[in-house]
Antibody, heavy 118, light 110 residues
Framework: EVQLLDSGGGLVQPGGSLRLSCAAS????????MSWVRQAPGKGLEWVSS????????YYADSVKGRFTISRDNSKNTVYLQMNSLRGDDTALYYC???????????WGQGTLVTVSS | QSALTQPASVSGSPGQSITISCTGT?????????VSWYQQHPGKAPKLMIY???NRPSGVSNRFSGSKSGNTASLTISGLQAEDDGDYYC??????????FGTGTKVTVL
């Protein structure tokens, strides 16, 4: 059974940093592209970032480029999202997901809430 | 990258069929077959319903079907049931090497 356990969310001040983690199980992690998708309160889904199975290629939405960094540790079956220079409009539920650019997203984590506020 | 355009709401009576459209451009929906559809119930994570335009994952009811014509993809739900109530989002790969979601459609079963 595929499982994605998101964690690391919380309350952070504007300009601050946070690192999200997603522990995966139930599939061959190193062969799977992974993504982060967010959903602001009461709003729709927004793709944030994707990374290939090897970690060799990463992709970002314009809204987070230069501030967020996606990475993975295949020895730990974990994908990360380092978020810097956080702003109020980054407030959202962040979902880890299996899938990437050329592979449709198939499974989703339960989400971890990030709130950016002073 | 602008969000793909979906109708804000679609409704139907039990047993009826409804279709949700997802309109993009030749740089996303029209240019690739990497279009997927997701169902989301309140407080829950999205669930994949259709991938690669028209493929249904195992476990998803055959009442759900997908198609594409030009720059518009469509999700059809036939034999509408109360459990189909929820929000639906399309998603496409783009020529900018990104992914883009649709604006979302609230489906109401009357």
């Amino acid at each position: 059974e595929v499982q994605l356990l998101d964690s690391g969310g919380g309350l952070v001040q504007p300009g601050g940093s946070l690192r999200l983690s997603c522990a995966a199980s139930g599939f061959t992690f190193s062969s799977s592209a992974m993504s982060w998708v967010r959903q602001a309160p009461g709003k729709g889904l927004e793709w944030v970032s994707s990374i290939t199975g090897s970690g060799g290629s990463t992709y970002y939405a314009d809204s987070v480029k230069g501030r967020f960094t996606i990475s993975r540790d295949n020895s730990k079956n974990t994908v990360y999202l380092q978020m810097n220079s956080l702003r109020g409009d980054d407030t959202a539920l962040y979902y880890c997901a299996r899938g990437g650019l050329l592979v449709d997203i198939t499974y989703w984590g339960q989400g971890t809430l990030v709130t950016v506020s002073s | 990258q602008s969000a793909l355009t979906q109708p804000a709401s679609v409704s139907g009576s039990p047993g009826q069929s409804i279709t949700i459209s997802c309109t993009g451009t030749s740089s996303d929906v029209g240019g690739y077959n990497y279009v997927s559809w997701y169902q989301q119930h309140p407080g829950k994570a999205p669930k994949l319903m259709i991938y690669n335009v028209s493929n249904r994952p195992s476990g998803v009811s055959n009442r759900f079907s997908g198609s594409k014509s030009g720059n518009t993809a469509s999700l059809t739900i036939s034999g509408l049931q109360a459990e189909d109530d929820g929000d639906y989002y399309c998603c496409s790969y783009t020529s900018s090497s990104t992914r883009v979601f649709g604006t979302g459609t609230k489906v109401t079963v009357l």
